[in-house]
C-alpha cells in the first residue's frame, strides 16, 4: 500500500520533481470543504495503485511558494507529475470514479 505524504515549499522538490514514480499531489486547504471529500478517495487511490503512485497533500496555506509556482489558482486542485513535470491537473473534487479515470488516463 501506498502512503499518502505530506510536501511543503521545502521539499517539494526532492519528493515530487525528482521522483522516480508518478505522484498525484492534492493541493488543498483545511478550510475548503469540498477538499474534505477528495481526502477519502485519495485512500482508495492510494490502495488501488499502491506503489506505482505516489500521493501528495500540499497545504496551500503553508505552501505559498509552491502554489504560486505550480499557478493553482483553484481548491482542490489535483496534479499529476511524471518525469519531473507536472503532466496533467483537475480542479474540483469529482467523484471516485472520475479521479480513477484522470490518473489512469495520464499513466
Same mark, same amino acid.
Given at each position: ?11 517539494f522538490?526532492e519528493?515530487v520533481e525528482?521522483?522516480?514514480?508518478p505522484?498525484?499531489v492534492?493541493?488543498w486547504a483545511?478550510w ?13 487511490i492510494?490502495?488501488e495503485?499502491g506503489?506505482?503512485l ?7 496555506d =503553508?505552501?505559498?511558494? #509552491?502554489?504560486?509556482?505550480?499557478r493553482i489558482? !483553484?481548491i482542490p486542485t /489535483?496534479?499529476? @507529475?511524471? =518525469?519531473g513535470?507536472? #503532466?496533467a ?5 469529482? !467523484?471516485?470514479?472520475? /479521479?480513477?479515470? @484522470?490518473?489512469k488516463g495520464?499513466l
Open positions: 500500500m501506498s502512503k499518502i505524504i505530506e510536501v511543503t515549499d521545502t521539499n522538490k519528493a525528482q521522483s522516480e514514480q505522484v498525484l492534492d493541493f483545511p475548503c470543504g469540498p477538499c474534505k471529500t477528495v481526502a477519502p478517495m485519495l485512500e482508495e492510494a490502495d495503485f506503489e506505482a505516489t500521493i501528495a497533500k500540499v497545504n496551500v =503553508d505552501s505559498p511558494e #509552491i502554489t504560486a509556482r505550480m489558482r !483553484s /489535483l496534479a499529476l @507529475f511524471d =518525469d513535470g507536472m #503532466i491537473q483537475k480542479t474540483g473534487a469529482g !467523484s471516485l470514479g472520475e /479521479l480513477r479515470t @484522470f490518473v495520464h
